[in-house]
C-alpha cells in the first residue's frame, strides 16, 4: 500500500546496505531528522538533477554523532530499500520539508553465478590497472552489485539506471556490459603509458631471424 514518507532529495544515489554520513544545516532538514528520531520514522533520499526524479532509497537514522551550537548536526544513516515516488508534496502536512505518497520496488536478490565470476575477472583486471585492488580485497565474499556501484566509474545516470533495475540478474548485466567497454580503453591506456615511459631509453629488440 502507498504511505507518506519524509523526503530528502539530493544529487546523489544511495544504493540498498549503503552507509551514508550527511551534514544537516537546513531549518527543514534538521526538522525532519528530529522527527525521525522522535518517531521512529525513516525517510526517503530520491535523485535530485533538474527536478525530483521517480526513483530514490529509504533510509534510516542510525545515530546523531554531533550537534553543532547552530542546530547543524552530523548524522549516520544506512540504506534500506527502493521505493517510487506517487505522488510528491513540497511540503508535508505541517512541516518544513518536502514529503512523497511512495510504493516499495519488489526486487529479486538472485544472483547468475556465471554471470558474478565474470564480473569477479572483470573487476580483477579494472582494480589492477587503476592500482586499487585493496577495494577487491576489502569486498565481502557475498557482495551484491549494489556493493559494487560507487567503484565502477558510472555517472550519476548510469548509478540511477542501477538502481532502477528490479534484479541482482539485471543489475550484473548492467555492470558487466559497463566493464566489458570500460576495460578495453584503461588496458589500451596504459599500454600507451608504458611506451611512453620507453621514449628516450635503450631498447632491447630482437630482430627477426631472415
Known amino acids: 500500500m502507498p504511505r507518506l514518507l519524509p523526503l530528502f532529495p539530493l544529487n546523489l544515489v544511495v544504493f540498498p546496505g549503503e552507509k551514508l554520513n550527511l551534514?544537516?544545516?537546513?531549518?527543514?532538514?534538521?526538522?525532519?531528522v528530529h522527527d525521525c528520531l522522535g518517531e521512529s520514522l525513516t525517510f526517503g533520499i530520491p535523485l535530485y538533477t533538474d527536478q525530483v526524479?521517480?526513483?530514490?532509497t529509504e533510509m534510516r537514522l542510525l545515530s546523531i554523532e554531533k550537534t553543532y551550537p547552530t542546530g547543524e548536526m552530523d548524522i549516520r544513516t544506512e540504506a534500506l530499500g527502493v521505493f517510487r515516488i506517487r505522488e510528491f508534496f513540497r511540503q508535508a502536512p505541517g512541516k518544513l520539508y518536502a514529503a512523497g505518497t511512495i510504493e516499495p520496488i519488489i526486487d529479486d536478490p538472485a544472483p547468475d553465478a556465471d554471470l558474478h565470476?565474470?564480473?569477479?575477472?572483470?573487476?580483477?583486471q579494472l582494480y589492477d590497472v587503476l592500482g586499487l585492488r585493496q577495494l577487491l580485497q576489502k569486498l565481502p565474499i557475498d557482495y551484491r552489485t549494489y556493493d559494487l556501484g560507487h567503484h565502477l566509474g558510472l555517472s550519476t545516470e548510469q548509478e540511477y539506471q542501477l538502481l532502477s533495475a528490479t534484479s541482482e540478474l539485471e543489475r550484473q548485466e548492467l555492470i558487466a556490459e559497463h566493464l566489458e567497454q570500460v576495460l578495453p580503453m584503461l588496458?589500451?591506456?596504459?599500454?600507451?603509458?608504458?611506451?611512453?615511459?620507453?621514449?628516450?631509453?635503450?631498447?632491447?629488440?630482437?630482430?627477426?631471424?631472415f
Open 117 to 124: 565470476r565474470r564480473i569477479q575477472g572483470y573487476l580483477r
Open 23 to 32: 551534514h544537516i544545516f537546513e531549518p527543514r532538514y534538521r526538522q525532519l
Open 187 to 209: 588496458l589500451e591506456t596504459e599500454r600507451l603509458k608504458d611506451r611512453s615511459r620507453l621514449n628516450g631509453h635503450f631498447k632491447n629488440l630482437t630482430p627477426p631471424n
Open 53 to 56: 526524479r521517480e526513483l530514490g
